[in-house]
């Protein structure tokens, strides 16, 4: 019979690794409630249209990466493939924002995009990100953009990383450019890839996203968004740049990043990181003014941003981080079948005091599991055979110096208080 495998573009994140997913996600944890973010889940599928109304019909992810099926009822459902649609659903959903005037969120999870994998791409992959909603301010972007600094600056990431940030203006602004990017474009649209060709005539902005030479070449003399801005734009990015730098947050202004998502206005950002080859962006984001009253709900500001928890821990990869955290404290060898019951007893009463105990439910022989044990990186082993259980004792040995003795048993838990305080 064939062996069943992975899907395509999926990974299993194995013991060896999962220690480092762990550390990734308290970091998150630790800085999101440091700026007094808390969690949020949502599940995994949603209505199609959540998407579509969101992140737009025509760009790439709705267009062509969405995992989009029929349910038994006809209803279109969808792996998110992107997470702010379903906060923002969730927001509404529970009127948070009647709760406080500002809500500050953030999650973490898988998501799904049917793309070509590639190193640092994948088709489940997973995000962190955060959100925050009621305040139309440039210092909340300030303040979004600090946790992003925060978190890679504890994951050790942030010599090797840039934050490339723009403002694409508000919706009069982008309507304005946009017609002076398509007159700019026009004449040479025949020297344009398909995809830009495309985009032409869909979202003209995300012609500014190509990476060909060529095109760059011919966009060198393109008009700039900045010249389009109102003066609510202009204030508005002059105020986050103040606030960037009272944070000493360094920052390159670029004027071609635009991101592909339909749902931002004004400022938008991205952290790419020089340790990733060709899919450099850690994390991504800005501000969707418009979103909450798009799907339905109250007009409320909001901002946020993503960040792929792979490419994070691909970056983190380089440095030799090392896990100095033991698996296992303490090897409970049990000789005798009739010293199960008090083995499994006394094994829970030391992980009640915070210790880690596992035991060799193999029933193998005192020299299989002293190897084991030592297999196991266990500092101490606890052996209980026949003479033990007579005597209502139980063996001690350290297994880093080799010492050993004998104790009570109902001196146990008591011993190995006293031997690690
Ligand atoms: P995004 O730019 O589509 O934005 O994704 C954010 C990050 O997710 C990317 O910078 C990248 O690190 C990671 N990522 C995206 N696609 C993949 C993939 N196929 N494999 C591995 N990693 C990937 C959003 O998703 C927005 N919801 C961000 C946001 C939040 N904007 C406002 N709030």
Redesign the pocket.
């Known amino acids: 019979m064939n062996q069943i495998r992975n899907i395509k573009g999926t990974h299993d994140i194995l013991p060896e690794n999962s220690h480092k997913w762990q550390e990734l996600e308290s970091i998150v944890k630790n800085v999101c409630s440091r700026f007094g973010y808390q969690e949020i889940r949502t599940p995994i599928f949603e209505e199609t249209g959540l998407f579509s109304r969101s992140v737009g019909e025509e760009t790439d992810?709705v267009s062509k990466e969405m995992y989009t099926w029929e349910d038994r009822d006809g209803t279109s459902l969808t792996l998110r493939p992107?997470?702010?649609a379903s906060v923002v659903r969730s927001f509404i959903q529970h009127n948070l924002g009647g709760q406080s005037p500002i809500q500050r969120l953030f999650y973490m999870g898988p998501l799904f995009?049917r793309?070509r994998p590639q190193k640092?791409?994948?088709?489940q992959?997973h995000?962190f990100?955060v959100?925050a909603f009621g305040s139309a301010n440039p210092e909340q972007d300030a303040e979004i953009i600090a946790i992003a600094w925060h978190i890679l600056s504890q994951c050790g990431l942030i010599e090797n990383t840039v934050l490339n940030l723009n403002s694409i203006g508000s919706g009069e602004c982008r309507n304005a450019y946009r017609n002076a990017l398509k007159d700019y474009i026009s004449p040479h649209l025949d020297q344009l890839s398909e995809t830009s060709q495309k985009r032409f005539i869909n979202n003209p902005l995300r012609i500014l996203d190509t990476k060909s030479e060529r095109e760059l070449d011919l966009l060198k003399d393109a008009p700039k968004i900045s010249n389009y801005y109102t003066e609510d734009d202009d204030t508005h990015l002059e105020s986050l740049k103040n606030f960037l730098e009272a944070m000493n947050i360094p920052f390159t202004i670029n004027h071609r990043l635009v991101?592909?998502?339909d749902y931002y206005t004004k400022t938008v950002f991205?952290f790419n990181s020089s340790q990733l080859g060709a899919?450099d962006?850690?994390?991504?984001?800005?501000r969707?003014d418009g979103l909450v009253e798009v799907l339905g709900g109250r007009p409320t500001p909001g901002?946020?941003?993503?960040?792929?928890m792979?490419?994070f821990l691909i970056a983190m990869d380089d440095q030799d981080r090392g896990n100095n955290d033991p698996i296992v404290d303490i090897y409970f060898v049990c000789l005798d079948e009739k010293g199960l019951p008090r083995t499994l007893q006394l094994s829970n009463e030391l992980r009640n005091n915070g210790f880690k105990v596992i035991f060799d439910p193999l029933r193998r022989s005192m020299k299989s599991q002293l190897r084991d044990a030592n297999r196991s990186g266990a500092r101490f082993a606890l052996i209980l055979g026949e003479t033990e259980m007579n005597d209502n004792a139980i063996g001690f040995k350290d297994l880093k110096q080799g010492t050993q003795k004998t104790i009570a048993q109902s001196e146990v838990t008591n011993f190995f208080d006293n031997l690690t305080n």
């Open positions: 992810i992107e997470l702010t995009r793309e640092g791409r994948q088709r992959f995000q990100g959100e991101r592909g998502l991205e899919q962006a850690m994390l991504g984001g800005g969707y901002i946020g941003f993503a960040a792929g792979e490419r």
